[in-house]
């Protein structure tokens, strides 16, 4: 089958995500649930088979060559190393050279020919969706169904979305025109061609907590757009994306293409290797997720196209609800969630001194910190929503900061291990709850990454609103939950949490989390605050990967 | 008028705008040409009188306070001071915090509301186009014909064009949805908001040649995408954009909005405020034309947004014609006009010693030498034409870069003083020809800004093209012309000129000029090399400029 056939054959999804993308509906071309019926009877049996078989084996599905070197990669739930040995190149260079060879016939593709066989791409990589959900576990200690759907249906849809905004800023314009400009006695005529031409090759290096999630957007952006990908993962978090890019260069393969459109590039444990590819000078775009630190050094590097999602402090402003208990558990779950390892978990959860106006009347800051504590306790310690919520911790470092923040404030809450009969050597933690005052900035002010709540007890909402604002402007920040039953706070609200470029979720109750960004409809990151400067998927996020180059003749 | 009607009132002319921009086919809303027809029978006289009125006399049109200091502004055809006083702040901190409040109500307006005022603003500029055109006949030493269709009419398609852009993209999604996600039992329904939300205060620093046609795509994409702008001039190139902001100031002011949306800030003598602007933690998005020197500054500058056009090296690339005469005069034109100060003026001329094919044999590299330098001469000391083409020189740096020029090869034809009986004082000068070898790559890798012409003599049409990429990716281009009748070679052109992000015109003849770029069609610039990293108008150069919040919540 041609490209063009290919094209054919995957047009209506490509459509259907486009109408979604316009018009941000609910659109999901992956089930996100791991349902047998929309899956297969045995895939679940079968990924957990595939995944079982890797362990402590190389890696061999990938098209690539290289010396045979053994991850770090460790179960957070085994509480052991995975074993899992990786194809290494000695010599960035030879990335760099077999990316330069893969871009010279990639670049050559129509859109249409690319966005084919990338739908090709997702497609074949749906069918390992259970393997990624357990090499997803394994590495991040995300719990099973928040890998599933995470590495699995929702990246897919994320990927998805990039594709559909590419193609629709690759398609905008015209690319060939008669320009026919009237002089008078004379018309000038020139026949006109706009090339959009990717910039090159494209780097895109993934975090341990979300290695594939955070990945393919930028990926499919810059393979959309026509440019060749090095995909350099956490070296914590190989395996998961390792599957991806397997499946990518088969399916580039089969089509007649260059496996090397897309690379894994896995630091050496003696030679890290991410800095030297970030530098290296051809390489024209870098894709970045991870510590604020690392984002401010990929973003200073002249002369690239850069697109970071780095640290933020996120908030959630308790001014007043109709359901306070539904409240309670929406907000427990948010902060349990992947014990808090998400980008998008509340930290600081603002209250006035004035307490919180309920249904039932007042209940004041202490009253709201008992409560609080009972809803993420009742979660976290249920055998069976407590490990399916909470997940495990995927670096110890988290265990030393929980530990280390105990002394930071009162403590309303004692983290506790969170029971798993599954995985008893599972490393987990449920939520530190620590009680502090709204002049203790120099406690709120930093991101506390992992299970670490803090309740500020502040003057007023007006107050919570103002450090909500404050700390998004200054460090960052993904999220914003604020529970109000007033059109005023919520107004206020809205003002100025648009001048901190921060999205906001009000008043969310059921089975719908401030922590969730949906594909095609939620844009994840803004751009606009020290949190990141790309967003997933505006049109700046696939229109700065390429730039138009006109080619202009007298009509012969 | 509401802002809502005054949108109704021009839609029209951004509908055909939209149009155009998508399908690149040749469009003007303002006509190019100094027509009474067009512009009414006294529109020149009235221009020629307002522009002599306004000699030596305070600036007083705009709505702005300030000292009143006077320009060093320095007619090049004149030779004379024009002696305008603006008036200036003596603290930046003024511009800024009046940007600032000016945001508080631009942004809040909607892309229709501030695309019917915006389209209004180059409706009453246009009412000005005369008296713009001496402006910048007597600030750049553009002739008069140069100087009413760059500043005028070209400039306000370029400003419509960054509007219609603008538009299409903050309107291309949706900006409230219901969101219906369908979770077995039941439904989760979000109402959800997606806001584009301006960065903040703009700044666009101008340059002395074009200080209209390359300010106002900036200041445009600025205000449509909802940021206020602060303009800081060229100080030698003041007049022209005043009268522009003026107009602008009283355009808002007559619809109700503050002045302040856009302000001129003018450099004073023991002051010189671009880098204290530029640095200014307020100021998120710069545009710069200019030096590359400054131009790096510029992008280097950390959490800033820069679109920049810097300096080039041009090629012309001569293998082979079928009207070797036509061929010489387009080319003649093309260095002459306005004496090579213009950022698309061809510079190394690149010949091969095996020469020319023509239409009636081969040309050796001398004989093209010389019918060259006869093409050039003819043209420039044409009593008529001669003036009317080259203008004057703006700068006197560039009279020295001339006479330091004349040791970096052989002359082929020395620079002379180009007569204008209008403006006997006037300081001009015709091209410098010189001879060279493509050894002599110390001469020809730098810009020689001005009318500076180095013929190259290579060793292949292939050696060439070689060094056309080699110049365009190093120190960048913004334009290349090539004469060849062998597809072969314009197929070998189009890979290496794409590679370098170099667009090219390919065999021009008769009126049409490489150094030509129509809004609506030509990209300008192309953001993928050196000489500048944004592109006037593609999508990139407007969607930098905004970030989408969300809000959502539940139906209620």
Redesign the interface.
């Known amino acids: 089958m041609s490209l063009k056939e290919k094209f054919e054959q995957y047009k209506s999804i490509l459509e259907n995500a486009l109408n979604a993308?316009?018009?941000?509906?609910?659109f999901a071309q992956y089930p996100e649930m791991p349902s047998p019926a929309v899956y297969g009877e045995d895939a679940q049996q079968k990924g957990l088979q595939a995944f079982e078989n890797q362990l402590n084996k190389p890696f061999d599905r990938l098209l690539q060559s290289g010396e045979w070197v053994a991850s770090a990669e460790k179960s957070p739930f085994r509480n052991e190393n995975i074993g899992i040995q990786y194809p290494v190149h000695k010599d960035v260079q030879t990335y760099i050279d077999l990316s330069k060879k893969a871009f010279q016939t990639w670049k050559k593709l129509t859109v249409e020919e690319r966005a084919g066989v990338l739908i090709e791409c997702l497609e074949n990589i749906k069918k390992h969706f259970f393997e990624i959900a357990y090499a997803t576990m394994h590495t991040t200690g995300q719990a099973f169904m928040m890998s599933f759907q995470a590495s699995g249906p929702h990246a897919n849809d994320r990927a998805l979305e990039a594709i559909a905004m590419g193609y629709?800023?690759l398609t905008?314009?015209?690319h060939n025109?008669?320009?026919?400009?009237?002089?008078g006695k004379?018309n000038?005529h020139?026949e006109?061609e706009?090339?959009p031409?990717p910039?090159g090759i494209s780097l895109a290096i993934g975090c341990s907590t979300f290695p594939i999630w955070n990945t393919v957007p930028g990926m499919f952006a810059s393979l959309i757009t026509g440019n060749t990908v090095i995909v350099k993962p956490h070296p914590l978090a190989i395996y998961p994306i390792a599957i991806v890019v397997a499946e990518m260069q088969r399916t580039f393969q089969a089509n007649g293409l260059d496996p090397h459109i897309v690379q894994i590039a896995i630091d050496h444990p003696n030679n890290l290797i991410t800095k030297t590819l970030a530098e290296h000078p051809d390489i024209k775009i870098i894709d970045f997720t991870g510590s604020s630190e690392f984002g401010h050094y990929i973003?200073?590097l002249?002369g690239k196209i850069t697109f970071t999602e780095k640290a933020g402090v996120n908030s959630a402003i308790i001014d007043s609800t109709n359901n306070y208990k539904e409240m309670l558990n929406n907000l427990a779950f948010s902060v349990s969630l992947y014990s808090g390892q998400m980008c998008t978990a509340p930290q600081n959860i603002l209250v006035s001194e004035k307490g919180i106006e309920t249904e039932n009347g007042i209940k004041s800051f202490e009253e709201f910190a008992q409560d609080f504590k009972a809803a993420v306790e009742g979660l976290c310690q249920n055998p069976k929503a407590g490990p399916a919520i909470c997940g495990a911790i995927q670096n110890e470092n988290t265990l030393k900061r929980i530990e280390e923040a105990k002394k930071l404030g009162k403590i309303i809450l004692e983290p506790r291990k969170i029971q798993n009969t599954e995985f008893p050597n599972a490393v987990t933690s449920s939520p530190l709850i620590l009680a502090i005052n709204e002049k203790d900035k120099s406690v709120y002010e930093k991101e506390l990454f992992g299970p670490i709540v803090l309740l500020i007890q502040t003057s007023s909402t007006d107050s919570s609103i103002a450090i909500a604002k404050e700390m998004a402007q200054k460090h960052g920040a993904i999220s914003c939950l604020v529970y109000s039953k007033h059109s005023h706070v919520?107004e206020k609200v809205?003002e100025d949490?648009?001048e901190a470029?921060?999205?906001?979720?009000?008043?969310?109750?059921?089975?719908?989390y401030v922590n969730q960004n949906?594909a095609f409809?939620?844009?994840h990151v803004?751009?606009?605050n020290p949190a990141g400067n790309a967003?997933f998927t505006?049109?700046?996020f696939v229109?700065?990967r390429f730039?138009?180059?006109?080619?202009?003749?007298?009509k012969s």
Chains 1, 2 share one sequence.
């Open positions: 993308l316009k018009n941000r509906y609910f629709q800023e905008y314009f015209v025109t008669s320009w026919i400009k009237p002089m004379v000038v020139l006109k706009f090339i031409v910039k973003e200073s002249p919520i809205k949490m648009m470029a921060t999205s906001v979720s009000f008043n969310l109750y059921g089975p719908i949906a409809s939620d844009f803004t751009g606009g967003s505006d049109a700046s229109t700065k730039h138009y180059v006109g080619f202009r003749q007298p």
